[in-house]
């Protein structure tokens, strides 16, 4: 098992920025796909983003492509999610969670179902 704690969440303006990280405890992160989740009040928890274990692949939900962008240090047992020009819609408890030896391809789905280990998630909220 890994241990994932997210961290980076804030209250920011439409048009602004942020950057969410998630670490790891204990073991490397150099075998496991990390992705990132969202969930908005009332609705049902999203994927977001996905980074492979294999060769770094990032995947992304369709409307966020070109906002946001996802990273890993393994070094630092981290990934990141780069998010610009942040809407209201983006608010959410945003969530980062592990699998092991996640393939490509279903790293690209995004399925909260493939993935084993969560963080307990941090607050974005993007208000006037």
């Known amino acids: 098992q890994v241990q994932l704690v997210e961290s980076g969440g804030a209250l920011v303006q439409p048009g602004g920025s942020l950057r969410l990280s998630c670490t790891a405890s204990g073991r490397s992160l150099e075998n496991y796909a990390i992705a990132w989740f969202r969930q908005a009040p009332g609705k049902e928890r999203e994927g977001v983003s996905c980074?492979?274990?294999?060769?770094?692949?990032?995947y992304y939900r369709n409307s966020l492509k070109g906002r946001f962008t996802i990273s890993r240090d393994d070094a630092k047992k981290t990934v990141y999610l780069q998010m610009n020009s942040l809407k209201p819609e983006d608010t959410g408890v945003y969530y980062c969670?592990?699998?092991?030896?996640?393939?490509?391809?279903?790293?690209?789905?995004?399925?909260?179902?493939?993935?084993?280990?969560w963080g307990q998630g941090t607050q974005v909220t993007v208000s006037a």
């Open positions: 980074i492979s274990s294999s060769d770094d692949s990032d």
């Open positions: 969670a592990a699998a092991h030896g996640l393939v490509d391809f279903f790293c690209s789905l995004v399925r909260p179902s493939d993935f084993g280990s």
